[in-house]
């Protein structure tokens, strides 16, 4: 069977592998845009028990977890940038840990006071997981493979 794609076709390189983006392997670190910096510190500092990487600012946290860091902060990069409003969410985090581990999570975030969404709860999909929220509203889950 005779090839039907043209030269043009064959000797122009994937999109994908000629991107200088097709350098990154992970994501470094991530950053939590804060409305209550103290009431954020305390819950993942406090409640979650992250160990502090550093304090760049009162206005950027820095908590390292494994290879990676959580970074928490004022908006403030651009004059423009507007506060986040109340009742939104910025984003969704999953922390992963043993099937053990979830159950010990949901134990003592109920200890500390911290309202689950869910409890610890195993899923079609081979997850067990439990959510909550920090004190900004972000989607915060716990999950294990199982």
Same mark, same amino acid.
């Given at each position: 069977m005779k090839d039907t794609m @043209?030269?043009?076709q064959t000797s122009k390189p994937?999109?994908?592998t000629r991107s200088p983006f097709s350098a990154i392997r992970a994501i470094d670190y991530t950053v939590i845009f804060v409305r209550d910096m103290a009431a954020m510190r305390s819950f993942y500092e406090d409640v979650l028990a992250f160990p502090l990487l550093r304090e760049l600012s009162p206005n950027w946290i820095e908590y390292g977890l494994g290879n990676n860091t959580l970074a928490l902060a004022k908006p403030s990069r @651009?004059?423009?940038e507007t506060p986040i409003p109340s009742g939104s969410a910025s984003l969704q985090l999953a922390f992963k840990v043993s099937a053990a581990e979830v159950d010990a999570?949901?134990?003592e975030l109920v200890?500390?006071?911290v309202g689950l969404l869910s409890p610890p709860t195993?899923?079609?999909f081979g997850h067990r997981t439990l959510f909550l929220?920090?004190?900004d509203g972000n989607l915060l889950e716990v999950y294990a493979e199982i």
């Open positions: @043209t030269d043009e994937d999109q994908r @651009t004059a423009s999570c949901a134990d200890r500390q006071g195993n899923q079609s929220r920090d004190p």
